[in-house]
């Protein structure tokens, strides 16, 4: 069999590194390209034949469902399971393993919530079935692999070890890295222990390899972003509009720009590279805003230039201020003229007056 039919996502994590963006909203759940991040996900494994997906939630678990419900709308069977406690990657794998359909030799897909990527995935599990592996993982190229847990290959594209975080030039073995994403044979999600937190990085794939199973990788080397951080995301969301990531689910033609149906755009701002307008939002006059996302509500007021970062839902930037690199979180208020650079973070209701900051953080 050469086509999966059913995926696991793990949705679960609490997106530490994203606040102020997940304070009222799980990391999946934050928009991008004008939808939730995970519908581009769904969308993907929808177009590569999978009919059935269970989303392991755990934090903020309670909004999935009432978005997405069944999962008919994107033609897909989607089902729910929430951990009570955090069980890591592969504890939640082995969490939702009940909800599988799929037999023992059958190939599961998983894919980690927060990868956007332009992976070929029909052609990931067509390796899997061809080269009879227990499990395959997608890898992909980095200039800098320190950051990521290494995982050499044999001339036959078979596993031979999992380095983590390399912190020595002789360390640095490969430049390959895990990408996130996996085909499992179905048997193999059923060793993993139960009812306690498991590290499918740290501890499943080390543990199979040891005991002499088959993990294939596959190097594709298409488009990768890892959206942990605010500004990866706000780089995302833009690169979806672009045409640069694809996904089915973008909401309107690719380009420099997307404004949804019930925002208003003052017809002398300008907007450029990949930005994203939501729903009801209102741009003035002169207004310039670059590669960046406001979100639904937001209120960007005449002559404010906002780059390369995320406006919070229900936020206003007023007159003139300047925004590089920022990210202001849901219902906050930035007064006129102030200047905010290079990752700060504004927490949401968070309250600037006029003129008060001309400063930079790297926080």
Known sequence: MTEAKEAILLVGGKGTRLRPLTV???KPMVPA????????????????????????????AEVFEPYFGDGSSLGLSIEYVT?????????????????????????????????LTGLDIRALVAAHATSGADVSLHLTRVEDPRAFGLVPT??????????????????IVTDQINAGAYVFRRSVIDTVPAGRPVSVERETFPGLLAAGAHLQGMVDSTYWLDLGTPQAFVRGSADLVLGRAPSPAVPGR???????????????????GGTVIGEGALIGEGARISGSTVLDGAVVEPGAVVTDSLVGAGA?????????????GDGAQVGADNELRDGIRIWCGA??????VRFSSDQ
């Open 83 to 115: 951990e009570d406690e955090p069980l890591g990657t592969g504890g939640a794998l082995r969490n939702v393993a009940s909800r599988l359909a799929a037999g023992p030799d059958e190939p599961v897909i998983v894919f980690n919530g927060d990868i």
């Open 24 to 26: 009222h909203t799980p």
């Open 154 to 171: 044999d001339g036959t594209g078979r596993v031979t070890a999992f380095l983590e975080k390399p912190q020595t030039p002789e360390e």
């Open 33 to 60: 390209a004008g939808v939730p991040f995970l519908t581009h996900q769904l969308a993907r494994a929808r177009a590569a034949g999978v009919e059935h997906i269970v989303l392991a939630t755990s934090y903020l």
């Open 316 to 328: 206003r930037i007023g007159s003139r201020s300047v925004l590089t690199g920022a990210v202001i």
């Open 351 to 356: 309250v600037l007056p006029a003129g008060s």
């Open 254 to 272: 690719r380009g420099d720009r997307l404004v949804l149906p019930t925002a208003s755009v003052a017809a002398d701002a300008k907007l450029t």
